[in-house]
T-cell receptor, first 115, second 113 residues
C-alpha cells in the first residue's frame, strides 16, 4: 500500500509524559500536513511542510508541540508534557504541489488518549 | 484567520430524501474542497471547485461555489444509507496562504434505510 502511513495508530499515555507520532507520506509528495481532530468535528490545522521547510504553524499550537521533517520525507510530531486536552486524533496528510486545487491524501490517524 | 461555518451540524434523514449542506465564510477562498470521512478513516476528497459560480456534479451529488468565492453548498439527491458520514468543506486562501487548507466543523449525515 503506497498511501499515507501513520504510527502508532493508538497511544494511551499518562498526563505529563511525552509522545511522538510518525507520518510517512506518499513518496512523491512535497507537502505534508498535520491536523488534530476531535470526535464529530472537522480537522484543525496544526502545521505544514513543503519539503523540509515548515511553512506555517498554527497559533493554537503551544510550545509543547513540535514537528519536524528533517529530510523532506517522513515527519514526526512530538507533544511534550501531555495534558488531558491533548486527547484527539492526529491526522497527517500529504499532497503534491498543484496550486490551489491540490488534493490532500490523509492517513488513518494516530489516536491519543491522555489519562 | 479564515473560518468556515458549516450547517447544519447534524442531519438525520430517511433514504430517498434530498438534502443540502452549506459552507459559509466572510473570507474569499482561492478554491474550496469537499471531503467525506467515515469512522476510523481519514477524509477523502469528493470535489474541488475553483471558479466563482462553478457547479460540479458527481452522480447524485451537486456542488456549487458561490459567485464571490466565499460560500459553497453540497446537495445530495435521493440519499442512500451509503451516504452516511461526516462531510467537510475546506478552503484555501490566497497569496502565501494557499498551501494551507482550513476545514469547517463538519456535517454528520445519517441516512436511515
Amino acid at each position: 500500500d503506497t498511501g499515507v502511513s501513520q504510527n502508532p495508530r493508538h497511544k494511551i499515555t499518562k498526563r505529563g509524559q511525552n509522545v511522538t507520532f510518525r507520518c510517512d507520506p506518499i513518496s512523491e509528495h512535497n507537502r505534508l500536513y498535520w491536523y488534530r481532530q476531535t470526535l464529530g468535528q472537522g480537522p484543525e490545522f496544526l502545521t505544514y511542510f513543503q519539503n523540509e521547510a515548515q511553512l506555517e504553524k498554527s497559533r493554537l499550537l503551544s510550545d509543547r508541540f513540535s514537528a519536524e521533517r528533517p529530510k523532506g520525507s517522513f515527519s514526526t510530531l512530538e507533544i511534550q508534557r501531555t495534558e488531558q486536552g491533548d486527547s484527539a486524533m492526529y491526522l497527517c496528510a500529504s499532497s503534491a504541489i498543484q496550486g490551489v486545487a491540490g488534493e490532500l491524501f490523509f492517513g488513518e490517524g494516530s489516536r491519543l488518549t491522555v489519562l | 484567520t479564515q473560518l468556515l461555518e458549516q450547517s447544519p451540524q447534524f442531519l438525520s434523514i430517511q433514504e430517498g430524501e434530498n438534502l443540502t449542506v452549506y459552507c459559509n465564510s466572510s473570507s474569499v477562498f482561492s478554491s474550496l474542497q469537499w471531503y467525506r470521512q467515515e469512522p476510523g478513516e481519514g477524509p477523502v476528497l469528493l470535489v474541488t471547485v475553483v471558479t466563482g459560480g462553478e457547479v460540479k456534479k458527481l452522480k447524485r451529488l451537486t456542488f456549487q461555489f458561490g459567485d464571490a468565492r466565499k460560500d459553497s453548498s453540497l446537495h445530495i439527491t435521493a440519499a442512500q444509507p451509503g451516504d452516511t458520514g461526516l462531510y467537510l468543506c475546506a478552503g484555501r486562501g490566497g497569496g502565501t496562504s494557499y498551501g494551507k487548507l482550513t476545514f469547517g466543523q463538519g456535517t454528520i449525515l445519517t441516512v436511515h434505510p
